[in-house]
């Protein structure tokens, strides 16, 4: 998507690969949405790091991220011994893999990467392989988005004010993103409407990541604490929710997604709101039967007990800490606790429609439709 | 309540009168949980100031503050002169009044005082008037606290785990709390429980009061993200929510409270948990007709796009701010704006009971039992 760097504005996809330099281009999504940074990984280790530091997140960027290492990991083998090339690559795979061990949209793709690599003979076929493999699954993952934004962009009519939760957006794929996808065709097409980005405490991603993506793309947008969509929905001031997922059962319809989604789901439902998830097929779970047995990422204390930010000055209270510092401050009680689950689960009834590459789909659709949707 | 300082268990109200330096002391709330002190407010000028200045909120609060206020203010008048008294108390008034213009319960709470000083002749019984009528008000807020915490306690048994969402704590009132009264009550009969703290974004006086509230008794208790109610209670892992209210209808029952009380009912009701609203009488409004007139303030962008805290320097990531000074943090994108309502009204369909001093009613009893409850 188009971001204004000093001024001029230039088209960015989150994770690109210069194939000349043999690195790893990422935007430093850690900075954002205060700085404006990219990090270029010059080897697989560090590209492995990149990943698990969380500079790149969001399941398709941290996938082709993996695709590219995979790339990068594999030019970087200086001969022609094709044994020795073999366990190069696998050291490469675990590398990746081991960056962030629950994820396995990275698995998926290095897979597609290394099934594709079969195909060449000498170590240097495959190089080339590598490469044209992990370019073709950057560029479907931002065909697939454009897809979603296609098939949702008929939701978002003028003056529809739209939630978002969390950043489903185009930092957490290649391009254009997938929540955020029929958003940003809707305004391509010349339509006004609003979000309100809910700003998804504890780590916030709403508030940071996708304001500046709606920001970036001009967009009519405000930030709103978590604990304010069900007023506005009260007050009739919201037709529509998207948001992205981070699995979804192909067998039950039910969706997994950062924590608090299914609040505005069961809110949504309450008064009569639409609700979608736009997905990429891939996080599409066929095997798991129900809801309950996906696993709920317990995270660290410290997310929930305060907030990262940049020291600012409001009129209202003294600063004591120097204006334009990176901190995290403590909000909570010191000697406090907390629980902080990750994610959430809601069920199908909840849920309106599934915005998907080849369509829309009520979620009992999908297991019917499961042979099509495997295939593609 | 208790709170330890320096090793040393001792009793603080919120708000007290120390009658012989003429002077109000507040526990300093803008500095909780990072540190306990006191602000002592030499005259009525400043007593007002603290009340404009959140140095104490809450309305029993604030509304004790202004009554001790109008003490205070008597009793620095010098000389015999009645109407230059009669001029000076309209002065110390207004000034108490003008300090949060919105609030209702600081004026009924001055002009109780000011209707008891009318039984005095002269200037001196009407300053001991006063003072003895602040008393009395400070007094039978604590006592109106302690009886909605000996009818509430028999909702928390061995076991039960409590959401509560805000701060109607101790620290909200002179001393008990509201929402906190039936925990305090459950604890000192010796039950064991664990309360939830809602973090209660954007000014999470969740997890910085009520958290450190509970801290100081001892009550297990943990804080988690508003957004993650949903997920427990999804889980079965939430038995009973208290809040408390800003409002109460007494002609609908509908419940005004701090923004995201609305999410938690809808929420409760969902899965079946009991969701009790806890009050003193003097927040219920008799003459509104339905909850949707209620105003419903708009509050400054800056409290959802930062937050304020203390600096710390968890493992994860480099804060460039120095350690331990207070700071705001702005954590959105800085070219994104905010709504930021700062309370919702939630109907009374998703109210089990309102428990009061004399007693816990559903919400539609409280119409037909107003003559008991205004005669109180």
Chains 1, 2 share one sequence.
Request: hydrophobic share 40%.
């Amino acid at each position: 998507m188009q971001v204004t760097v000093r001024g001029r504005r230039r088209h960015y996809r989150t994770v690109t690969f210069d194939a000349k330099a043999n690195v790893v281009e990422l935007i430093e999504q850690r900075l954002l949405p205060h700085e404006f940074t990219f990090f270029r990984a010059e080897n697989f280790r560090e590209t492995a790091l990149a990943i698990r530091d969380m500079i790149v997140r969001g399941a398709p960027a941290i996938a082709a991220t993996a695709a590219y290492g995979m790339a990068q990991g594999a030019q970087a083998f200086r001969g022609r011994d094709s044994k020795k090339f073999a366990r190069h690559i696998n050291l490469v795979f675990e590398a990746l893999k081991n960056a962030r061990p629950t994820a396995v949209d990275p698995v998926n793709a290095m897979l597609q990467v290394r099934a594709a690599m079969k195909s060449g003979e000498t170590v240097e076929e495959q190089q080339a392989i590598a490469l044209a493999a992990a370019e073709h699954f950057a560029n479907e993952d931002v065909e697939h988005c454009a897809a979603i934004g296609r098939h949702g962009a008929k939701l978002i009519k003028n003056g529809t004010r739209v939630l978002t939760h969390c950043n489903a957006g185009w930092l957490a794929t290649v391009d254009i993103g997938t929540a955020t996808a029929p958003i940003y065709e809707a305004q391509k097409r010349g339509r006004k409407f609003h979000v309100f980005c809910d700003e998804t405490r504890p780590r916030c991603q709403g508030a940071s990541l996708t304001a500046w993506e709606l920001a970036q793309q001009g967009v009519s947008h405000q930030v709103i604490a978590d604990n304010a969509a069900g007023h506005l929905m009260q007050r009739g001031e919201i037709d529509l929710v998207i948001v992205g997922s981070d699995r979804t059962l192909g067998r039950t319809g039910e969706v997994a997604n950062k924590i608090g989604t299914y609040t505005k789901a069961v809110l949504a439902k309450r008064h009569g709101i639409p609700f979608y998830v736009a997905i990429p097929l891939s996080t599409i779970d066929w095997n798991l039967k129900r809801g309950f047995d996906i696993p709920i990422e317990e995270r660290a204390d410290h997310e929930v007990l305060g907030a990262w930010g940049v020291v600012d000055n409001p009129s209202t209270k003294n600063s004591k800490a120097k204006v334009g510092k990176r901190a995290y401050v403590r909000i909570a009680n010191s000697t406090s606790t907390a629980r902080n689950p990750g994610f959430d689960v809601t069920p199908a009834e909840l849920v309106t429609g599934i915005i998907t590459p080849v369509g829309i789909f009520k979620p009992d659709e999908l297991w019917k439709r499961r042979m099509e949707l495997i295939g593609m």
